[in-house]
């Protein structure tokens, strides 16, 4: 994943450093880069610097959660019934198994070609 980090001063806000995260994702079917897989392994072999991450502000904090919350009720829960060996597959992809299987349902819906095989 190709990510830049960038430091802003805003006083107004929050009276902290904001760091935003800027980041190429890769979609089912794409293939990274080479200087994509090298930025990633560059970044796996780094250590955070925590003195470099400020502190967040109780406000900036709850600003942070009332955020995600906002974002996760953006989509749909769904409650679904797999065969045990389908769902067992997808947990060993590891974490994030459940953003995989959306993808994936999201490519099936837009391609008729892929739903007309499920019929």
């Known amino acids: ?6 430091f802003d001063w805003d006083d107004d806000k929050l009276g902290k450093y904001i760091m935003a995260r800027i ?7 794409d ?20 003195e470099a ?11 942070f959660v009332a955020m995600a919350r906002e974002k996760r009720k953006q989509k749909a829960f769904v409650g679904l ?3 045990d ?6 947990k060993a992809l590891g974490k ?9 349902l999201s490519y099936a819906i837009k ?3 892929i739903l007309s095989k499920a019929q």
Do not use: C, F, W
Not at 97 to 102: F, H, K
């Open 1 to 6: 994943m190709n990510e830049h980090l960038k």
């Open 23 to 29: 980041r190429s994702i890769l979609k089912t079917g």
């Open 31 to 50: 293939q990274p880069t080479k200087e994509m897989l090298q930025e990633v392994n560059n970044a796996a072999k780094l250590k955070p610097n925590l």
């Open 53 to 63: 991450m400020p502190e967040l502000s109780e406000k900036a904090l709850n600003d």
């Open 81 to 83: 019934r797999l065969a």
């Open 85 to 90: 060996e389908d769902l067992q597959a997808y």
């Open 96 to 104: 994030g198994y459940t953003g995989i299987m959306a993808d994936i």
């Open 111 to 113: 391609h008729p070609d």
